[in-house]
């Protein structure tokens, strides 16, 4: 059974903050670079079909959606970070609150966007692993 928690207006509030990029490429680059710097817990990005105008001119064709799940006392932050990041000279950037969140899901985000210390890759953590078992570790199996 999961356990919700109604959140209040408070600073670990969860908001989603989205944008939509050009390619690929940016939306993970932005994503990438706004969770190492613990901006944002995580950055989802997929394909989108957008129709809009531009100049006066209908648009329509692909973009990336993304959307970071970050706290409240680090949107401004984020949402500074994403203007700074983005190629459109008018990205769209929105927040939007929420108002409800499971338990684990918000003691996770509170524990990891207010944790000292980097990230690591899946390889450096491999590698750190190896080195804590000790050299002799692969051959003792």
Not at 114 to 132: M, S
């Amino acid at each position: 059974m999961m356990l919700f928690e109604k959140i209040d207006k408070s600073d670990k509030n969860i908001v989603f903050v989205y944008t939509t990029c050009f390619n690929i490429g940016e939306a993970r680059m932005m994503g990438l670079s706004a969770v190492n710097k613990k901006l944002a817990i995580s950055a989802d990005y997929w394909i989108i079909n957008s129709i809009y105008p531009w100049m006066d001119v209908i648009q329509e064709g692909e973009q990336y959606m993304l959307m970071f799940s970050t706290q409240k006392a680090l949107s401004e932050k984020l949402i500074k970070h994403i203007e700074a990041e983005h190629s459109y000279s008018v990205p769209v950037i929105v927040q939007l609150d929420v108002s409800l969140a499971n338990q684990p899901y918000t003691f996770w985000v509170d524990n990891l966007l207010t944790k000292e210390g980097e990230y690591i890759t899946e390889t450096e953590a491999e590698i750190k692993k190896k080195n804590e078992r000790g050299p002799h570790y692969e051959r003792l199996k």
